[in-house]
């Protein structure tokens, strides 16, 4: 196996770290579907990421990481992480140029640079960890409103799925109702209604806003 990994096979291992972590499998045609790149493409980039040992495929089954390449992909992965957290909560980056910029910049930052930016989030004080009484969506009973503050999900697609919502920081929400069980939880945004897991509504950081 080749030490260094080109940007789009580090893409394609993040991008089936990220699936499994959700779906617990990752299929060529979510892979295909997630990085919107044809399905042959995507074939042949696994067969190449096969022969160096960071994946393993039954004929026409998922796709499952190696141990090692888990350990590539997470490695990706806790670079655009520390890469997005320093753009958002340092540079004041909007939450969706933060995540695109930090896809590009994963592939070329130096261990040094990652190393430091790391080392000044650790010292801020609501850095890379959430207040002891900070509230999430999911906190907000019926009939309340809140503003969103951040998002605190650390899985991009979660993100995206989020911010395409509208649920952008400094946006106001009301919570309506929550299904029987809890979960799902229906919100007014901007005149929409809009339902979201409870997970999706935890990942959100707000605050309260009293009438």
Not at 139 to 154: C, F, L, N, T, V
């Amino acid at each position: 196996m080749e030490d260094k990994l080109t940007p789009s096979q580090e893409d394609y291992l993040e991008v089936i770290l990220q699936l499994s972590q959700e779906d617990g499998k990752a299929t060529v045609s979510d892979i295909a579907r997630q990085m919107n790149i044809a399905k042959p493409s995507v074939n042949q980039a696994i067969s190449t990421l096969h022969r160096e040992g960071l994946v393993t495929q039954e004929r026409y089954g998922p796709v499952y990481l190696t141990e090692t390449g888990r350990i590539k992909a997470q490695e990706v992965w806790k670079r655009h992480q520390i890469i997005n957290d320093f753009l958002q909560e340092i540079l004041n980056v909007s939450p969706a140029v933060a995540d695109q910029d930090a896809c590009l910049m994963e592939h070329v930052i130096s261990a040094e640079t990652l190393e430091k930016m790391n080392c000044f989030l650790a010292a801020q004080p609501s850095a890379n960890q959430m207040p002891a009484r900070s509230l999430t969506l999911a906190d907000i009973h019926p009939g309340q409103k809140a503003r969103i503050i951040k998002h605190s999900a650390g899985n991009s697609h979660l993100k995206k799925r989020l911010l395409e919502m509208g649920l952008v920081p400094d946006t106001v929400v009301m919570v309506e109702r929550f299904a029987p069980l809890g979960d799902p939880i229906e919100i007014l945004i901007k005149s929409y209604h809009v339902s979201l897991r409870k997970e999706e509504a935890a990942s959100l950081l707000v605050e309260l806003i009293q009438d």
